[in-house]
């Protein structure tokens, strides 16, 4: 069990360096995760976009109301399916993913200091450890 605390206060201690260069920025850690999936998966709809943040989408549209305000995100018709909204990224809104995560990916990159070896061996074993988990959680 002292592993699995491990790999959770790593993820802690990552999550805390984003939500510290996100907050830099005037910006969330779930807005930062919303334009990131915009720039990864462009002109998703809102609901799409619920679902890759794993929140309801009542949650996604004050979340997208507030980037749409601050000029990150437009809203756009989709020409298949009139009644639906993509998302798309502003220009500003690609500068601010960008800028936050360049910062934030910069704070990380002593880990690269492990060896590549260990590295890959850890992700292995944490790849692992989450599929464990995924199919206890299925039997259940």
Known sequence: MKS??????CSEKIHHYLQEEAT???ITTVQL????????????????LAERLQ???STMSGIVDRLVKANFLTRGRDEGNRRALNLQLTSEGLA??????????DRLEA???I???ELRAMLTTHEKMIALLERKGETE
């Open 4 to 9: 699995f605390f491990h790999f959770e206060q």
């Open 24 to 26: 830099k920025r005037d």
């Open 33 to 48: 995760f919303a334009l990131g999936t915009l720039k990864r998966e462009p002109h998703l709809t809102l609901g799409e």
């Open 55 to 57: 929140v309801n989408k």
């Open 96 to 105: 601010k993913v960008d800028d936050t995560y360049d910062v934030f990916f």
């Open 111 to 113: 880990v690269l200091e």
């Open 115 to 117: 060896d590549s070896e």
